[in-house]
């Protein structure tokens, strides 16, 4: 039987940080495989992440009674800082003007005291209209709020798992392109053996043509070299 250059084994690539291998391709059977290796504080940060995401996503606009009553207290402290400011402006005006008309008229009973009393009462409900509209817009302020920071609390752990996934494919990448260049090499090796060797093959077939032309004698030579190139 004739012989044969064997093929080269698959070349398998690795990707070493500080003498600790983290990413490895290699062929297994049929399949060309590529791990990558995470170290003990990478594997404890990307389970983090990935628990932290699916457990917040599903009450991301979902507020609990702890959270609510958070929500009433901050409000409840802004309204009664807004009341304190409008009584701060009104309640010494009605003081001066009290003393103002006891000291002028003696009594309260007179047109000077009625139209400055409904003067700043008028004032006074103009103040606590604006506060009113204030604290609904606050409400909406502090939802919005709660809401935005769990967003960019979402956000955040999707950055790290981008980040953590493209530090994986990276090495992966650099892990294959190692394999692909030793197997590049084992290619270009096993041809350039194959082509060695093709050059005798092609010796020995054109002798065998010309011998098979010089008769009985001719053809027994040209049969010879045909099974001396098969054994080579």
Same mark, same amino acid.
């Given at each position: 039987m004739g012989k044969s250059s064997k093929y080269p084994a698959y070349s398998a690539g690795t990707i070493k940080v500080n003498g600790q291998t983290k990413a490895q391709t290699y062929k297994r059977g049929n399949n060309v495989i590529t791990d990558y290796n995470m170290s003990d504080a990478e594997k404890r940060a990307y389970d983090y992440v990935q628990n932290s995401f699916a457990d917040s996503l599903p009450s991301i606009n979902v507020f609990d009674d702890k959270t609510r009553k958070n929500l009433q207290a901050q409000l409840d402290a802004y309204t009664a800082q807004g009341e304190k400011m409008v009584n701060s402006i009104y309640t010494?005006?009605?003081?001066?003007?009290?003393?103002?008309?006891?000291?002028?008229?003696?009594?309260?009973?007179?047109?000077?005291?009625?139209?400055?009393? +409904?003067?700043?009462?008028? !004032?006074?409900?103009?103040?606590? *209209?604006?506060? @009113? =509209?204030?604290?609904? &817009? /606050?409400? #909406?302020?502090?939802?919005?709020?709660?809401?935005?920071?769990?967003?960019?609390?979402?956000?955040?752990?999707?950055?790290?798992?981008?980040?953590?996934?493209?530090?994986?494919?990276?090495?992966? +990448?650099?892990?294959?392109? !190692?394999?692909?260049?030793?197997? *590049?090499?084992? @290619? =270009?090796?096993?041809? &350039? /053996?194959? #082509?060695?060797?093709?050059?005798?093959?092609?010796?020995?077939?054109?002798?065998?043509?010309?011998?098979s032309t010089m008769g009985p004698y001719g053809m027994a030579a040209s049969a010879a070299l045909q099974i001396a190139k098969n054994y080579r």
């Open positions: 010494p005006m009605l003081k001066d003007l009290k003393t103002d008309v006891a000291s002028r008229f003696g009594n309260f009973d007179n047109s000077v005291f009625m139209d400055n009393l +409904n003067a700043i009462e008028s !004032n006074r409900a103009y103040a606590i *209209s604006n506060l @009113a =509209q204030d604290i609904t &817009a /606050k409400r #909406s302020e502090l939802i919005n709020n709660e809401l935005s920071q769990r967003y960019t609390y979402l956000n955040f752990l999707q950055d790290i798992q981008n980040q953590t996934n493209s530090n994986i494919l990276n090495f992966a +990448n650099s892990s294959q392109a !190692n394999s692909n260049s030793g197997n *590049s090499y084992n @290619a =270009q090796a096993y041809a &350039a /053996k194959q #082509s060695s060797g093709g050059g005798l093959g092609s010796y020995a077939n054109l002798a065998s043509g010309l011998l």
